[in-house]
């Protein structure tokens, strides 16, 4: 029963959002990230991260469940679906780690310092991963919904995932 569940890959889907945000809570020195949204300067818990990925993966995870249930869907589309996913989930670590720890009050300077440059660059580059999570998510979603409601009986060239 285990094994099943650790070899069903959607189940990394959920398993990864944990794993992101236990690795923000040891590694980051404070327990927050300074975001740059919409020109409004935000500060988003670690916590608060990883509730809004588990939100956002959760659709996904259930499309999966269901897509494996009815034994439709290509299996390459949706390993590759986790795959790229998981790759994007655990690049923001990596990218936040990198970011300099900055003061609200320089996005208000005339000059501000280099780091408040380096730290909207490496906002600027999260905002773009995130939106293209987003967007594979509502893909994926849509392909999920066309196989699922398709009487399409021919087997796919790489099979279902069982």
């Given at each position: ?22 690795s ?23 916590m ?47 990218l ?7 003061l ?20 600027y ?6 939106i ?31």
């Open positions: 029963m285990l094994n099943k569940i650790f070899l069903r890959i959607e189940n990394y889907l959920i398993i990864a959002t944990a794993l992101v945000g236990y923000f809570a040891i590694f980051f020195p404070d327990n927050y990230c300074n975001v740059l949204l919409f020109g409004g300067h935000f500060l988003i818990s670690h608060e991260a990883t509730i809004s990925w588990t939100i956002v993966l959760f659709i996904p995870f259930i499309m999966h469940y269901a897509l494996r249930k009815r034994k439709k869907g290509d299996s390459t589309i949706l390993a590759s679906h986790v795959i790229i996913t998981l790759l994007i989930i655990f690049a923001f670590p990596f936040f780690n990198t970011a300099p720890l900055i609200d009050e320089w996005h208000h300077l005339t000059v501000p310092p280099p780091m408040f440059d380096q730290w909207q660059d490496i906002n580059y999260a905002t773009l991963m995130m293209a999570l987003i967007l594979i998510q509502v893909l994926f979603f849509l392909y999920g919904f066309i196989a699922l409601f398709t009487n399409d009986n021919k087997p796919s060239s790489s099979g279902p995932i069982e």
